[in-house]
Each structure stands twice: as structure tokens, then as C-alpha cells.
């Protein structure tokens, strides 16, 4: 091998190395983005109304 191709060869692995780290912070962006979606809409969904007293505690399953 010649420093030329030593040179060149080094270059790619370096360039290759910056996407994948570029693209590792593109994903780890991406899933904070969606974990912070889903956190919302789990926050949105309302708490069920209490049952008071017999009427609505149970569900009658014969059919």
C-alpha cells in the first residue's frame, strides 16, 4: 500500500464514522421526540370515574 491509499483509506473510515455518529443523534433525538408524544397523550387520557356504591362495580357476563 502507498501513503495515497493509506491516506484515502483512512479518510472513508473517518467520514463513515462521523455518519454513524451523526446518525445515532438523529435517532436518539427521534425516539425523545416520540417518547414525549406518547407521555402526552398518556397524560391526556382522563382517569376513569369512581364507582360509587353497587351500581356500575360489576359487569354481568351472562349471555
Known sequence: MDVTSLAATASANSAAQTQNTVGLAVLKKAIDIQAAGALALVQAVP???????AAGGTVNTWA
Do not use: D, L, N
Not at 382517569?47 to 356504591?53: I, L, N, Q, R, V
Open 47 to 53: 382517569a376513569p370515574p369512581a364507582a360509587s356504591g
